[in-house]
Structure formats: C-alpha cells, structure tokens
C-alpha cells in the first residue's frame, strides 16, 4: 500500500469510529471499499465533499473505491438524523438527481480509468428493481432481528418521542436493511470489504457488516466499518450553511466567487481543522501554515491558502484565480481596468446586496449630473442637499475616484457598459445601472 490510511485520516481528524480489524485490513492487501451517496438533489453541497475526500484518499493509498448513488434507497429516505419522514421524490426527479450526482462525482474520480484500483459507480437502483418483496422479506428481511434493528440510534430517536417525534414508517424502518444489502451485493459483486460514511451513518453501516456476515452462513465474512465525523463549526452554527442557504459543488448553484469567500470567511480555529480535511496538504505544509498564521494572523495566510486549495480541487486552478482577482479588486489601485476583466455574473457576485438603481442610457450619454445621481434619479441618499454636502466633503467617489459637484456621469464611467459603482465615504456604495 502507498501510505497507512488511517494513520493519514487520523491526524487529519477524519476518523469517528472504526470497527477491530479494518486498519489491519487497509494495511494488508489492496482493500475496495464504498460510500453512498443520498440523491435529494442534482447535485451535492461542501457537507458531501468530506466523503469524496475519504474515496480519493482511499485511492491514493492504493485501494479501490466505489461511490455509490443511491438510486433506490433515494426513494424511501434515510431516517437518520432525521426527525420526522421525509417527502418521497418521484421517479423522474429522482433519475434527474442521480445524473447530476454522478456528473459531479466524476470530477473528482476517474471512473474510466485503467488502474487496478480504478473507482467504479454503482446505482443501486441497478439491482434493487427486479427484486421482489417476497423475495427481499425471505431472503434478506429473515437475517437481522426487529430487536437489533429497533437498537439503533436512528430508530430509537425516533420512538422516544423526543423533539416532536411523529414516530417512524415501515418505509423508513426497512432503510438500514436495504442499505445493508447493498454492502452484501457489493461484496459479492466486487469484494468490497469496508463501508465508510458521517458517524450518523455508523448504525446504517454496522447493519450492513452484520448482514454481510449473516447471509454467508458457512463462510469466513470480513466485512468492515469507519466513519469520519460530521464537520462542525466552532460557533456551533451549521457547516457549509451560508447567507443564501447551502454552499454547492456546482458553480451555476454558489458561484465560484461566493464558494471562493466562504472558505476565506473562516474563522482561525474552523481554518485550522478544514485545512487538514478538505486539502490534500502533507503534514509538514500545515504544521508551517499554522505556525506563520498564529505570528501574523492578521494577514490570514491559513485562509488564503485553504480557500485556493478547495477552490482549485472542486473548480480549476483558472476559477480560483478569477476570484481571488474579484475578491481584492475592491482594493485596486487600478480599480477601473480591472473591474472591467470581471465577467457580469462576478461583478454581481462582489457586489451583492448592494443598493442598485437604474438609469436611461441616454441620461447617462447627456451626462448625469452628481446631484441627480446621488438623490434625485436613484434615492441613494434622502435629498438633494444631503447629496450636496457629501460633494462639497469631497466623500463622494465615481469608479473609486474622487469627485466634485460639477463632475457627470457619461458612457466613460460605464463598467462593461452597464454599471457605474458610487461610493459616499468608506462604508456607502450604490450601483447605478444604465438600461
């Protein structure tokens, strides 16, 4: 093997728990081992980044992984963590979520690669749709006991009345030992011997290790377990959470600008630990990252450095460029020329939230007075005097330059020929965009 595996995962603080015998196992001989991936939409957020990690790691250290997307499982709903049943999704959504699931899977994964640890993607709706429930009952359903199943944590939450807790459905029930019989198949199928996933999944893979030993009666089954934890923040808030909801791996849902600032917004001690899990530095890059950080953490080198890592692995290397360019031309000297390289959907990007109002292109051809621009035609400020005294303050800057009452707007100050960005003192910016 190239590296001991959970020797790398542990230092990195990706391993939660592991069953006896799979450290061994890894350290052996070349070892294949899965994990699922749940398709509740066409594609996954920076949470499922933390088991893509795990399955390139797994391959650069010389074993086989194989991600599988949940096809079938997708249409009952895994219960863990979960309070109440969950919306059952429709075949056609279904099928559209998996697609997308396995289009963003196959930038991280060489799925077509010739290597004999080569990654393989299942679906385990491939195998679970001719089989039928008489068969699934007498099969697979006679193996694990209602009191092993009931002992579960997942299950057990969701009788103890706790949190509002509506109880469970026999769908959802049935969730671990379908889950469980995809880790017989791919044993059979592939000699998978090791499941891995989030430590909420540790029950789920525990059946299926279970189940795997129980439908091979007579044989020698090895089958094991390891789960990482699921990534906290220091604040306690929600991890990969951000103002406009869930941060994703694809650019058309987070930009690659908003991805870029979410791994730079990072606290000190969130930047500490995502650097070691979400970047596939070596042990003495990070030790020296951290040291300079705490000499000088004003300048936020761990940021920085986490931020072109994840940008560059999820993006390109071109991505992460274009939006650490985006991020400090707020701070340019050459303000104007490069503002006008950003393409319109980072402009808008940088400058979210910002209050916009629009103007005739013709009014702006004549020359829009300041006046006009600040107060009368955008109600950026409350009247026209107030817009006269922040002139004569000399508080007013177009694109970044300072200007007096007598200075107008004209299709020279047009950013790709749209927008014109006013500031009034440091905290104040409005756009103007000509229509």
């Known amino acids: 093997m190239n590296y001991n595996l959970v020797e790398e995962l542990t230092w990195r603080g990706m391993v939660h728990d592991i069953m006896p015998g799979t450290e061994e196992q890894l350290n052996k001989e070349m070892t294949t081992a899965y994990i699922g991936f749940d398709p509740t939409s066409d594609s996954l957020h920076i949470g499922s980044l933390v088991p893509i990690i795990l399955l390139m790691h797994l391959e650069k250290a010389g074993h086989r992984p ?13 219960p863990s963590g979960k309070s109440d049943e969950r919306n059952l999704l429709d075949e056609a959504t279904l099928n559209h979520n998996v697609a997308g699931i396995k289009s963003v899977l196959s930038r991280f994964l060489n799925f077509s690669s010739e290597e004999k640890n080569a990654p393989i993607l299942v679906n385990n709706y491939d195998w ?26 997942s299950v057990k939450k969701r009788f103890s009345g706790e949190e509002g807790n509506i109880g469970m459905s026999f769908t959802e029930f049935t969730y671990q030992l379908i889950q469980g019989y995809d880790f017989y198949h791919l ?11 989030g430590s909420d999944q540790w029950g789920n893979i525990t059946t299926g290790t279970e189940l795997v030993r129980r439908m091979n009666v007579g044989e020698e089954a090895k089958a094991y377990a ?18 406009g909801g869930n941060v994703w791996l694809d650019a058309t849902k987070t930009s690659v600008y908003k991805f870029y600032q979410f791994w730079l917004n990072t606290s000190d001690e969130d930047a500490e630990k995502y650097i070691k899990i979400f970047t596939f530095l070596d042990k003495a890059t990070i030790d020296a990252l951290v040291e300079e950080h705490k000499q000088m953490p004003h300048v936020r080198i761990l940021q920085k450095r986490l931020a072109e890592e994840v940008t560059t692995l999820v993006h390109s290397k071109a991505d992460f460029e ?10 340019s000297k050459s303000f104007k020329e490069d503002i006008n390289t950003l393409d319109e959907k980072t402009f808008l990007d940088v400058f979210e939230g910002v209050p916009q109002a629009e103007v005739s292109k013709q009014e702006i051809e004549e020359g829009l007075d300041m ?3 600040l107060a009368a035609k ?7 005097g107030e817009a006269r005294r922040a002139l004569k303050e000399n508080s007013v800057s177009v694109n970044k330059e300072k200007v007096k009452e007598d200075y107008k707007i004209t299709n020279q100050d047009l950013i790709n020929g749209t927008y014109v960005i006013i500031n009034k003192g440091k905290r104040n910016t409005y756009i103007i965009k000509a229509i």
């Open 378 to 384: 955008t109600n950026f400020l409350a009247s026209n």
């Open 187 to 197: 044993y059979k199928q592939y000699n998978c011997l090791l499941q891995m996933g």
């Open 66 to 78: 194989i991600a599988l997307v949940g096809g079938a499982t997708g249409m009952i709903g895994d």
């Open 226 to 243: 390891m789960t990482c934890p699921l990534i906290t923040k220091a604040d306690g808030s929600k991890f990969g959470k951000s103002e």
């Open 322 to 331: 274009n939006a650490e360019k985006a991020s400090n031309i707020l701070f």
């Open 128 to 153: 679970m749709k001719t089989f039928s429930f008489i068969d699934f009952a007498r099969d697979v359903g006679k193996r694990i006991t209602v009191n092993y199943m009931m002992a579960k944590d």
């Open 371 to 373: 006046i006009a621009a």
